[in-house]
């Protein structure tokens, strides 16, 4: 601990508050800290801090059944994080979205005797989830929007479709069609909100969505559909991997990309600047959004229990790459 102390530039009392989530830490304090504990590779003795704390130093993280580039990426920054404070993480998945599903997965990591819990599984579906969480467990999400009466992190996908979007429309498209992902999920509810959002900002009328899912198999369906369609000169997809499949039903068409229509997605995954042609999308910092909801619940877990959650917004960013240009003439 002294080592990163002294990387850090910190005493080794602010050090020990970092690791033990203390909330009166400055969030540029608590960067500093954490990246000379990367850079050292510390890592604390759990057992002698578990004797001292009585706790289980294990945060039980409820994820969805999926290898999609978003949620895995927030789980990532979530262990990452949840290790560098010295907690072990004790994931519990489920193909389910909808509240028993998600009680299911509490009610096996509650009886793990986790310290707390981490949500990054879709929960759009689940208003009244506070109701049914275990009262002295505390909670936090990292999900795709805000859990009414839980603290979370989450990117506002919202803005990011809506910025693309407006992208397309500065272009001079008008004809801007939406592949939305999987039904249930925040992330594809307010993503098609923003796609919307710009359009009616723009006096644009929006066409039919093209039921989607968030593969690169549900981008080529939607492809080949919108490949027969000449009004269409630019396609909002709701990630990247269904521009992935829009790109390639495309091309299997003699359809220019961005020639005869503008393709973007959204996640800003790492294969995106390398597709043919580099594609234009969205960046969400999912391992901050991860980092940012371990450090909340570790201010819970020290005794920083605020009176009202708190609901911190990571901001996305556009990338603009070579598959939007203006629509043809």
Known sequence: MTDVARRAGVSHQTVSRVLNGHPSIRPETRERVQRAID?????????????????????????????????????????????????ATILSTSDATDRDGVLACVAQLSDRGVDGLLLTAPLHEVPDLREHLPA?????????????????????????????????????????????????????VEREGGWRDALAAAG???ARVLAGGWGAADGY??????????????????????????????????????????????DDAPESAYLSPPLTTVRQDLERVGREAVGLLLERLAGGVATAPEHRVVEPGLVVRASTAAPPR
Request: hydrophobic share 40%; aromatic share 4%.
């Open 204 to 206: 644009v009328a929006p």
């Open 39 to 87: 850079e050292l590779g510390y890592r604390r003795n759990r057992a002698a801090r578990a004797l001292v704390t009585r706790r289980t130093l294990t945060v039980g993280v409820v994820a969805s059944s999926t290898s999609l580039f978003g949620p895995s990426s927030t789980l990532h920054g979530v262990e990452r994080a949840a290790h560098a404070a010295g907690y």
């Open 221 to 266: 369906v939607a492809g080949l559909a919108l490949a027969d369609d000449p009004a269409t000169t630019a396609v909002v997809a709701a990630n990247d991997q269904l521009a992935l499949g829009l790109l390639r039903a495309l091309r299997e068409r003699g359809v220019d990309v961005p020639g005869r229509v503008s393709v973007t997605g959204f």
């Open 136 to 188: 002295d467990l505390p909670t936090v999400c990292a999900t795709g929007g805000p859990v009414t009466g839980l603290p979370s992190v989450h990117v506002d996908h919202r803005a990011g479709a809506r910025a693309v979007t407006e992208l397309l429309l500065r272009q001079g498209h008008r004809e801007v069609r939406h592949v939305g992902g999987s039904p249930g999920w925040f992330e594809a």
